[in-house]
């Protein structure tokens, strides 16, 4: 074992330290109707709440050309085959598909 070393008189001299134990401040009563109010730094902009017209108008408005129809019609009658193990007739999944993204575009 380490053998302990002997004190200095200055050392046996200086008083221990104690922790000071130190009361919390007292925290103040909120007044009840702050706390009830809404705070208004969660308020957003009066410009964010507001949606852009052309943004309406343009969803509104879009129409695809054919070759895009076209294109998403072939897409449709592939997935329309393929959760059929592409049993039917790939006419039957065309005009499935057909009528399935004509229900989806908006009417000309």
Known sequence: MAEAKPKTAAQKAAPKKTAAV???PAKKAAAPAKAAAPAKATAKPAAAKKAPASRKTTQAAWNPGNEERY???QVAAYYLAERDNFAGSPLGYWTAAEMQISSMLPKK
């Open 22 to 24: 130190k009361a919390a």
């Open 71 to 73: 294109n998403m019609i």
